[in-house]
Every structure is written in structure tokens, then in C-alpha cells.
């Protein structure tokens, strides 16, 4: 496997030796990850190689068997979603999980919960300056709106809570390549402002165009990291999906 570029400044998300497991079958196995500011990162792999049990993980939405997860200087294996997204994490899980019977805006004021009701509607405002179809279709229930606009959605969800890394698990799920190309664009968009960003991506090639590093999954564990180039050039991701996963 080849070794991480790490660059020279302190990681923002540090995963040391995560273990995650359903009951007796595991899931993830002693994975090790680091995100750094304004990073994307690409999580890859196979269905059932571990890559939305690793996020479930490093939010808190699963309690971790085993490891360590940092963010920002904090522990925070043991510690919950909840303390996840007050340190700064927002996570857009696979499936988008919209409150379908909810309007626009009430999505996305959920999202706010519990970050201050002061700068909400700053939030709310900088969220329809980067989706103006969610602007135009705020008191419109959630779930008449098309795939692509409730992917946007989601992310606007994720971002109301003001979050300093972002974790996407399948932003293309269902989605027209073009409305994928969108939502990416838009995605390096807040990365160019600052926000890092973990992606989990079935496009292979789309996630490969604007990470800046990879990790590679296959049955749970790390199967490769480094930049785009390399993983490319080792042809680590074909073994990979061709291994299959667990998870």
C-alpha cells in the first residue's frame, strides 16, 4: 500500500485504527484517515466495502468497537452524533434522508438545530445563493421536489448547521450524470471557500477529477491511499472492486 502525502499542517479529522461493527460481523477494520483544511478527500470501494459504515463511525451515528477519532483537537469516538455536528461535522447520509412531508424551509431550519437562531437565517440565505431552485421551491414540500433538487436539499441541510468538514456518502445516488456534475461543481465551490470535504462517490472517475487524496477500501479495511495520480497509476482501484466488500 502506498504511503499518504500528509500535508505539513495538523490534520482537522484524525481516524486512528477505527473498528466498526454490526453486532458480531465487522464492518470496518483498524482503518486509519486523515482529513485536512480545505481537502477533498475521496472515499472509495466496492458495495460492502465499509466506506458508509467508516462515516457512521466518525459521526458518532455508530459507536465505534474500537479506534480513535479526533476533530479539531477533540475526542469524539465515544461522544455521539449530537457533539459530532456542535464540533463541526456535518454528514449528508446515503439515501439523502429528507423529511419528506416537511417544506423546504423547514428541512433546512432543521438543520440549524441547536447552532443559534441568530445566524440562521444568514445560513438559510447563503444555502439559496448556492441552490436558487431551493430558494424558489422553499414552501414546497420536500418530497415533490426531483431527485436532484432534493440532493441539494440534503446538502443544504448539512450546511445550516455552519459545519467546517462535510461528509457526502453517495451524492449521485439516482441522479443523472449531468445533475452529478452539477452537484460537484457546487461541492468544489464551498471547497474553494474553505469547507473540507469527505466524498463517497460510485463515479469513480467524477470523485477522481477534484480530490486532492484518496482512500480506497476493500473487505473493511484499507486497501490503498495517496493522491488521484497514484492510485490510478497502480491500478489498485480495479483490484478493489473487483474484491468486493462486506459492509
Same mark, same amino acid.
Given at each position: 500500500?502506498?504511503?499518504?502525502?500528509?500535508?505539513?499542517?495538523?490534520?482537522?479529522?484524525?481516524?486512528?485504527?477505527?473498528?466498526?461493527?454490526?453486532?458480531?460481523?465487522?464492518?470496518?477494520?483498524?482503518?486509519?484517515?486523515?482529513?485536512?483544511?480545505?481537502?477533498?478527500?475521496?472515499?472509495?470501494?466496492?458495495?460492502?466495502?465499509?466506506?458508509?459504515?467508516?462515516? =457512521?463511525?466518525?459521526?458518532?451515528?455508530?459507536?465505534?468497537?474500537?479506534?480513535?477519532?479526533? *476533530?479539531?483537537? =477533540?475526542?469524539?469516538? +465515544?461522544?455521539?452524533?449530537?457533539?459530532?455536528?456542535?464540533?463541526?461535522?456535518?454528514?449528508?447520509?446515503?439515501? =439523502?434522508?429528507? *423529511?419528506?412531508?416537511?417544506?423546504?424551509?423547514?428541512?433546512?431550519?432543521?438543520?440549524?438545530?441547536?447552532?443559534?437562531?441568530?445566524?440562521?437565517? +444568514?445560513?438559510?440565505?447563503?444555502?439559496?445563493?448556492?441552490?436558487?431552485?431551493?430558494?424558489?421551491?422553499? =414552501?414546497?414540500?420536500?418530497?415533490?421536489?426531483?431527485?436532484?433538487?432534493? +440532493?441539494?436539499?440534503?446538502?443544504?441541510?448539512?450546511?445550516?448547521?455552519?459545519?467546517?468538514?462535510?461528509?457526502?456518502?453517495?451524492?449521485?445516488?439516482?441522479?443523472?450524470?449531468?445533475?452529478?456534475?452539477?452537484?460537484?461543481?457546487?461541492?468544489?465551490?464551498?471547497?474553494?471557500?474553505?469547507?473540507?470535504?469527505?466524498?463517497?462517490?460510485? *463515479?469513480?472517475?467524477?470523485?477522481?477529477?477534484?480530490?486532492?487524496?484518496?482512500?480506497?477500501?476493500?473487505?473493511?479495511?484499507?486497501? *490503498?491511499?495517496?493522491?488521484?495520480?497514484?492510485?490510478?497509476?497502480?491500478?489498485?482501484?480495479?483490484?478493489?472492486?473487483? +474484491?468486493?466488500?462486506?459492509?
Amino acid at each position: 500500500m502506498a504511503a499518504v502525502p500528509i500535508p505539513v499542517s495538523a490534520p482537522l479529522l484524525s481516524v486512528r485504527g477505527l473498528e466498526v461493527a454490526y453486532g458480531h460481523v465487522s464492518a470496518v477494520r483498524g482503518l486509519n484517515l486523515e482529513v485536512h483544511e480545505g481537502e477533498i478527500i475521496a472515499l472509495l470501494g466496492s458495495n460492502g466495502a465499509g466506506k458508509t459504515s467508516s462515516l =457512521r463511525g466518525i459521526t458518532g451515528l455508530l459507536t465505534p468497537r474500537a479506534g480513535r477519532v479526533t *476533530f479539531a483537537g =477533540r475526542r469524539l469516538e +465515544q461522544a455521539g452524533p449530537g457533539m459530532a455536528v456542535a464540533e463541526g461535522m456535518a454528514h449528508v447520509p446515503e439515501g =439523502r434522508r429528507i *423529511f419528506r412531508d416537511l417544506s423546504v424551509a423547514d428541512n433546512l431550519a432543521l438543520g440549524s438545530w441547536g447552532r443559534g437562531r441568530a445566524t440562521e437565517a +444568514q445560513r438559510r440565505d447563503l444555502v439559496f445563493e448556492m441552490f436558487p431552485r431551493l430558494a424558489e421551491r422553499r =414552501r414546497q414540500l420536500a418530497g415533490s421536489l426531483s431527485g436532484g433538487e432534493q +440532493q441539494m436539499l440534503a446538502v443544504g441541510r448539512a450546511l445550516m448547521s455552519g459545519p467546517r468538514l462535510l461528509l457526502i456518502d453517495e451524492l449521485s445516488l439516482g441522479l443523472s450524470p449531468l445533475v452529478t456534475d452539477e452537484l460537484l461543481g457546487d461541492l468544489v465551490k464551498l471547497n474553494r471557500e474553505g469547507l473540507a470535504i469527505v466524498l463517497i462517490e460510485q *463515479f469513480v472517475h467524477r470523485a477522481l477529477a477534484i480530490a486532492d487524496r484518496v482512500y480506497l477500501l476493500a473487505k473493511g479495511r484499507l486497501a *490503498f491511499a495517496g493522491t488521484p495520480d497514484e492510485i490510478t497509476r497502480s491500478g489498485a482501484i480495479d483490484d478493489a472492486y473487483l +474484491q468486493g466488500g462486506n459492509r
